[in-house]
């Protein structure tokens, strides 16, 4: 299960999603978000349970008391998780990994998930010459 901070996180994310540019503009929305997939041909959920076969949910569970006032807190109140600035848009659980990472810059792992931030331009330029150093010494 994931702790309390986790789904802060997650929650904050999520709305971080809708307040930018290029994600839909609901709560509804930035969870029910799929893409298409062109390398893996299926269509990819933003999050996973979406696309999972429906779980029970255990509404009398103490992990269930903990998402709803997550959802509380993240319907009412400007932040979350006020560890994490308005730029950071992206997870994965910890365990999987993404071809998609090495475009954002790692922020945090906080619970079950690892976040990442936009980028920046001279923090994309580092990287592109790191990985140019690499390629040259080998």
């Not at 709560?27 to 893409?35: D, F, L």
């Not at 959802?71 to 992206?90: G, H, M, P, Q, R």
């Amino acid at each position: 299960a994931e702790p309390l901070d986790g789904k802060k996180a997650v929650a904050q994310v999520t709305m971080n999603r809708v307040r930018q540019g290029g994600f839909p503009k609901t709560v509804c929305g930035v969870v029910k978000q799929k893409t298409r997939s062109v390398e893996l041909q299926k269509t990819i959920c933003q999050f996973s349970w979406v696309c999972e076969a429906t779980k029970k949910v255990l509404f009398d569970s103490p992990a269930w008391g903990d998402s709803v006032q997550v959802a509380k807190i993240a319907l009412t109140e400007k932040k979350v998780y006020d560890k994490f600035s308005s730029n950071v848009l992206f997870f994965h659980e910890k365990h999987l990994e993404t071809d998609w990472k090495e475009h954002y810059k790692k922020v945090k792992v906080v619970g079950n998930h690892v976040f990442y931030r936009i980028m920046y331009a001279n923090e994309r330029r580092n990287q592109a010459v790191q990985s140019n150093d690499r390629r040259t010494s080998t």
